[in-house]
């Protein structure tokens, strides 16, 4: 079957042969790939040509988020049958730390964990692949078309899942309110398509929400805000150190940028016991200079909390699908209008070096459909 795969080294997608898959243990499902979603990690990927392939092979096929269709599975299976949707996450765990063992390697903690299309197994971008049922999420068939967002979603879940349980243990009234977001005033940093799935998330649990990024306000990731009851802010007019003055303070900041100035200088915009939440990786290893004393008596007589979140476990797929679906509901095809490119296996050559300002996700769509 065919794959898109990353030699190390290279700076180009290779498209590669591989064998197909076949159920390997009872527990085994195996899932006819429709689409996967192209992200800043596989971009980073292909620009770096750092990847580690699967022991003994030359190259590693990449992707990490998908959908797909479940084909077959084996007699242990009891979750799905095939003509099913499903997903499979992507980190697999270590085998000798306690969170892994829990069946939470996005907690591990010797970092000896693997990744599908990322660290040391093949990932999606090909036509079927097979992995065991406790690494399968089911998808409702009603979000075929929006499924291939759940992987990014679920970063985003554990990300403000994390943040609220934190709030809700040391805020002397959170305990009080069944839904604490709501309200809340949130700022977004960055409106790649992570940002816009936080911003999607914290409306849905009814907080007020600012996103910011530095395009033109008639571009479509500020009017895909603006279409879920979003506020945009041009960074660009409006300096993080102004974003308190004109907006108020931010209760809640959701940082997905991965730019480390702007990051630290949006600590400015947080409000008193507020709680800030980052997940954009930095590339290179450029030195940013912060005002570290102040920045450290602002956490510390602010009772502030700043907290980073990387991966997802299951639970958080499960959140996403969740949302997916009442964001469906509540929005209907907006959710859809998030994927603004889809592409064939062999067409998608450059996608992987550039992106226009207009695009948010770009998906390979190996159903042929
Ligand atoms: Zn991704
Ligand atoms: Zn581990």
Redesign the pocket.
């Known amino acids: 079957m065919q794959a898109l795969a990353l030699f190390p080294g290279a700076r180009e997608i290779s498209r590669v042969e591989r064998q197909e898959p076949a159920l390997d243990s009872p527990d085994a499902v195996k899932l006819r790939v429709l689409q996967v979603g192209i992200c800043g990690t596989d971009r980073e990927e292909v620009s770096g040509g750092a990847v580690r392939p699967p022991e003994g092979l030359q190259n590693l096929v990449i992707g990490h988020e998908m959908l797909g269709l479940v084909v077959d599975a084996g007699e242990a299976v009891t979750r799905v049958k095939p003509g099913d949707y499903a997903v499979f996450t992507v980190r697999r765990?270590?085998g000798?730390?306690l969170?892994?063992a829990r069946d939470r390697?996005d907690m591990?903690?010797?970092g000896?964990?693997s990744e599908r299309g990322i660290r040391g197994l093949d990932g999606y971008q090909t036509e079927y692949v097979v992995d065991r049922e406790k690494y399968l999420v089911p998808i409702p068939p009603d979000l075929k078309e929006t499924g291939v967002l759940t992987e990014p979603l679920s970063i985003v879940e554990k990300a403000i899942d994390s943040a609220v349980r934190v709030q809700t243990t040391r805020l002397p009234d959170a305990l009080l309110y069944p839904d604490w977001l709501h309200d809340r005033r949130c700022l977004v940093a960055g409106l790649g398509p992570i940002g816009l799935l936080a911003a999607l998330a914290l409306r849905l649990r009814g907080a007020e929400v600012f996103g910011m990024d530095i395009v033109d306000t008639e571009t479509s990731r500020p009017r895909w805000l603006a279409g879920i009851g979003g506020t945009y802010v041009d960074g660009r007019s409006l300096r993080p150190d102004k974003v308190d003055e004109a907006l108020g303070p931010m209760e809640l900041i959701f940082e997905a940028s991965g730019v480390a100035s702007l990051a630290f200088s949006l600590l400015d915009a947080l409000a008193v016991n507020g709680v800030y939440v980052l997940t954009g990786v930095p590339e290179g290893n450029r030195k940013v200079q912060i005002p570290g004393e102040e920045l450290m008596r602002r956490l510390v007589m602010d009772n502030q909390i700043m907290l980073g979140s990387v991966n997802a476990a299951p639970g958080h797929f499960r959140m996403a699908v969740q949302d997916l679906s009442v964001a469906r509901l509540r929005w209907g095809s907006l959710v859809e209008r998030l994927i603004t490119l889809r592409l064939a296996p062999d067409a998608s050559g450059d996608i992987f070096h550039e992106h226009g300002t207009d695009e948010i996700k770009v998906v390979i769509q190996w159903d042929g459909a």
């Open positions: 765990g270590c000798r730390c969170p892994c390697p591990c903690e010797t000896g964990y």
